[in-house]
């Protein structure tokens, strides 16, 4: 099972800010407005050498408007957060940051050939398709 402290620390939250790693302080924290800080650090880690992935999770638009009042949405938090579980869980999986991105990355066939990093980013169900394989990678069963 997946820490909550692994996606706080994934989204760059203070070790000393103990509530929100739990569950409720986690979504309390994503419903308050994460740190814009957090967004750069999120796609920082999953892309370092890609500068426009963090559009991919905030439109270009959007977010300079969020730079300037240092905070996300709670929507936009919600995805982040989203996609800082799959992160945590990838590089349990994997062990590495190279393989798990290249999981990320490489189209997968238990997801019609789509990018599981695509799939998280689109949707909550999607999240769970791709936690789902991740899953079953951990856990020996077919994936």
């Known amino acids: 099972m997946l820490a909550f402290a692994d996606i706080a620390d994934v989204l760059g939250l ?20 994460l740190p814009f800080g957090s967004l750069e650090r999120v796609a920082r880690l999953i892309a370092p050498s890609d500068a426009q992935f963090k559009y991919r999770l905030i439109p270009k638009a959007t977010y300079e408007r969020r730079k300037n009042a240092h905070r996300l949405s709670s929507d936009e938090g919600t995805r982040l957060a989203r996609v800082a579980r799959v992160w945590s869980l990838a590089l349990d999986v994997w062990q590495n940051e190279d393989d798990a991105r290249d999981f990320l990355f490489r189209p997968h066939p238990m997801l019609e ?13 999607g999240s769970e398709l791709v936690l789902d394989v991740l899953g079953r990678l951990k856990y020996g069963t077919a994936a």
């Open 113 to 125: 050939d789509r990018r599981p990093i695509e799939v998280v980013i689109h949707s909550e169900f």
């Open 14 to 33: 203070p070790d000393k800010e103990a509530a929100a790693r739990s569950p409720f302080g986690l979504i309390s924290r994503i419903e308050d407005g």
